[in-house]
């Protein structure tokens, strides 16, 4: 099966790559085992240099690395040029701060010393998705390599000249061979790497599907594996609101990457006393959005990423109208090439309906009229996902009962949800388990070590 590079704004394809035969598939693997005894022994100050140097590459090649991005996976290009400086923050963070945060810590104990060690495990697999196909890499690489692990990159089949180019960027900034490398392989071949004694671990940002199975391959293993899969994510907008601010947030937390977006807002949880006004703020903001070319900076709303993903957004919307829900705006593809779809609001969602409890991978908002806060609380809760949640208030008590009772990963309060290296990332439920960024996310992939001495 070939690799294609596509542009979803056109359907063209640009490019079809051969995949990694076994044979090079064992090449790298060796090398980076090879190269893990190395690196790791490789000074905190040496590590940081390469990420360093990676973070002046991603900032100089930007425009160029945003317009692959956008050619590739239809991202508006404002917001991939965006993408490649915030993968050059987070190196630089992990620069910075790594060393401080696997520092020995001591611990007073009966022995005349003993503490905490963090030592790297050795090889990483890193299966990744096509949505966000540099940030997501950089989130997992930059605590990896800072943390003396090597690398290895199986990105998503669509999305190739993506992690070809990370893996140039790297090269460039002087990661030393086989610290990280990319593999152009299948899915099909996610188990067999994962089964490979020379893999120490493995992270997956993608669908609940994909975690299942890479979950129970880890498992079958006994490797260590973090999970950040899919989310359903609850906007709540209660009374004391800044009404203006959360509707044109809402958009912007609906809409941002297409829509295609784990973090995006998808379920909108309005009190009945301010529902009527929220939903015609809303639905006039996203009406306003402009939908075309994303390599037009002036364009909001670009193509989902492929035909497959437009037809079941599609399916799901029209199955949720069909079980009841209030078509506002929008529902239907565009005519043209590519796979573009409306903005597109469903309210008064009954529970029956997909969109009650199925993530929408596209610019499909559903909203809910709620008569309390209890009862928002509960339909924030009423999901099997649990990543991101946003909630607007400015009543204190209300505040803190949100922070307290949602189930989720992160809780942001009067803003939208967005992942920060300052800030550990992941989920609970089935949105997965394990954090990155942060200290949180640089201790994932390390032998937490007690050491005793007499």
């Known amino acids: 099966m070939a690799i294609a590079s596509i542009n979803p704004a056109t359907g063209q394809t640009i490019r079809t790559y051969p995949p990694h035969d076994d044979a090079e598939v064992e090449r790298r693997v060796a090398l980076a085992a090879r190269r893990f005894p ?27 690395l945003g317009r692959v991005m956008t050619i590739e996976m239809g991202k508006p290009i404002g917001a991939a040029v965006a993408e490649a400086e915030k993968c050059a923050w987070v190196c630089r963070f992990y620069a910075e701060h790594g060393e401080a945060f696997l520092a020995e810590e001591t611990v007073a104990t ?26 997501q890499v950089f989130r997992f690489a930059a605590p990896a390599l800072m943390a003396g692990n090597v690398g290895l990159l199986k990105h998503a089949s669509n999305v190739p000249e993506c992690a070809l180019a990370i893996e140039e960027i790297f090269r460039d900034a002087g990661a030393p061979e086989g610290a990280f490398q990319t593999l152009l392989v299948g899915s099909d071949r ?3 790497l994962i089964a490979d004694p020379r893999i120490a671990a493995v992270t997956l940002t993608g669908s609940e599907g994909a975690g299942v199975s890479v979950g129970r391959a880890a498992g079958a293993e006994i490797k260590k594996a973090v999970l950040e899969l899919g989310g359903s994510d609850p906007f709540i907008v ?34 009945e006393s301010i529902a009527g006004e929220f939903e015609r703020l809303f639905v006039e903001k996203m009406r306003a959005l402009k939908v075309g070319d994303p390599l037009d900076p002036s364009v909001e709303i670009g193509p989902l990423a492929t035909p497959a993903i437009a037809a079941e957004v599609d399916d799901l919307v029209r199955r949720s109208v069909a079980a009841g829900a209030r078509l506002a705006l929008g529902g239907k593809r565009l005519d043209g090439p590519g796979s573009f779809y409306a903005p597109t609001v469903l309210s008064d969602v009954p529970d029956a309906a997909p969109a009650a409890s199925e993530e929408i ?34 009543d204190a008590a209300e505040r803190d009962r949100l922070v307290r009772e949602i189930e989720a990963g992160a809780v942001f309060i009067n803003g939208m949800v967005k992942s920060d290296p ?33």
Not at 115 to 134: H, Q, S
Not at 425 to 444: C, N, T
């Open 361 to 394: 991978f596209g610019p499909v908002a559903s909203l809910f009229r709620v008569r309390s806060l209890d009862e928002a609380i509960a339909v924030a809760n009423r999901t099997r996902f649990g990543l991101g949640a946003s909630a607007w208030t400015r």
């Open 110 to 135: 009966d022995a005349s010393h003993s503490g905490v060690r963090y030592d790297p495990l050795g090889p990483v697999l890193a299966v990744m998705p096509w949505n966000f196909p540099f940030w």
């Open 238 to 271: 209660l009374p004391s609101a800044d009404l203006p601010a959360a509707a044109a947030t809402a958009v912007k937390a609906r809409t941002i990457n297409n829509g295609q977006s784990c973090i995006a807002a998808k379920r909108f949880i309005v009190h």
């Open 190 to 192: 996610v188990a067999a």
């Open 422 to 454: 300052r800030l550990p990332f992941g989920g609970v439920k089935r949105s997965g388990f394990g954090r990155e960024l942060a200290m949180q996310g640089i201790r994932e992939f390390v032998n937490v070590k007690a050491v005793w001495e007499a």
């Open 38 to 64: 190395l690196w790791r022994k490789t000074p905190f100050a040496e590590r940081a240099k390469v990420l360093l140097a990676a973070a002046d590459r991603l900032e100089a090649r930007k425009q160029a």
